[in-house]
C-alpha cells in the first residue's frame, strides 16, 4: 500500500478461547504481518454473557458495551474462527448476536476480512460460509478473496504458537493487503 493513505485500523476477533489456540496464534501472526498504514487491535470475547434480549434492554453489560465501541471504531474486521461442527464456535457467534442489536449496528457497511485454522484438511472452509451468510444479513462487505483456509494447522505452527509455515504467511500478507484495499475502496 502507498504511503498516502490514511491508517487502517482493524479488529482482529479470534473465535477460539483457550490458550493453545491456532485461530488465536494466526491472528497474533496477522498482527506481525499486517501491511504498512495497518494496525490490527484484538477484541476479548470470552467474557461476554450469554445474549439475553431482557438483559440487552437494561442496558449493554460493560464487556458487551466495550466489544461494540471496539467494532464501531475499527475500520475493517478481521474474524479468525475455528469450525466447530461445521460451523463457527457459539462464543463468536454470542459475540455477533450481542454486537447486532440496536441503537447502531457497528457491521453495516462495515469491510471485513475472514481466515481460520483447523486440524481438517478444509480448514475451517464451511464455517467460514457460515460467517459470510450472518454477513449478508449485518450488510457487512466481507472480502471475496483470497480465502485463508489453514488446515493442517497442528503442522504450520510451533509449540509456541508461531506461524511456521511460508505459504500460509504469504496468504495471510495477501489477505491482509487486499483488505487494505478494499477498506480504502469503500471509504
Ligand atoms: C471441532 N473441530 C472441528 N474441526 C473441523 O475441521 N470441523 C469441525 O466441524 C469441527 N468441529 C469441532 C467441534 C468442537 C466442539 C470442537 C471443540 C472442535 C476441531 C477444531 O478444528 C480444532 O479443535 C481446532 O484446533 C479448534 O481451533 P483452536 O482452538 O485451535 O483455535
Given at each position: ?9 482493524v479488529?482482529?476477533i ?9 485461530n488465536?496464534?494466526a ?16 477484541a476479548e470475547?470470552g467474557?461476554l ?6 438483559v ?5 453489560p460493560?464487556?458487551v ?5 471496539q467494532?464501531?471504531a475499527a ?5 479468525v474462527?475455528?469450525e466447530?461442527?461445521y460451523s463457527?464456535p457459539?462464543?463468536?457467534?454470542n459475540?455477533i448476536?450481542?454486537?447486532s442489536?440496536?441503537p447502531?449496528?457497528p ?7 475472514i ?9 475451517t ?13 449485518l450488510n457487512a ?7 485463508v ?6 503442522t504450520k505452527f510451533?509449540a ?10 504469504d496468504f495471510i500478507?495477501?489477505?491482509?493487503t ?7 475502496r469503500?471509504?
Open positions: 500500500m502507498t504511503s498516502d493513505r490514511r491508517p487502517i485500523k479488529l482482529g479470534s473465535g477460539s478461547l483457550r490458550a493453545g489456540s491456532f488465536t496464534a491472528l497474533k501472526a496477522a498482527i506481525a504481518l499486517a501491511p504498512e498504514g495497518m494496525t490490527i487491535e484484538t470475547i467474557d454473557p450469554h445474549y439475553n434480549d431482557d440487552r434492554l437494561a442496558g449493554y460493560p464487556a458495551q466495550r466489544v461494540r465501541d467494532l464501531t475500520d475493517a474486521i478481521l474474524f474462527t475455528p466447530y461442527n463457527i457459539g462464543v463468536l457467534k459475540a448476536d450481542w454486537a442489536r440496536p447502531s449496528q457491521f453495516d457497511n462495515k469491510p471485513v476480512a481466515m481460520g485454522a483447523s486440524g481438517g484438511v478444509i480448514g472452509a464451511r464455517a467460514q460460509y457460515q460467517l459470510r451468510q450472518m454477513l449478508v444479513f462487505f466481507p472480502l471475496n478473496k483470497p480465502e483456509m489453514i488446515g493442517a494447522a497442528q510451533d509456541e504458537g508461531n506461524l511456521t509455515d511460508e505459504p500460509t504467511k500478507r495477501q489477505l491482509l487486499a483488505l487494505a484495499d478494499w477498506t480504502e469503500l471509504r
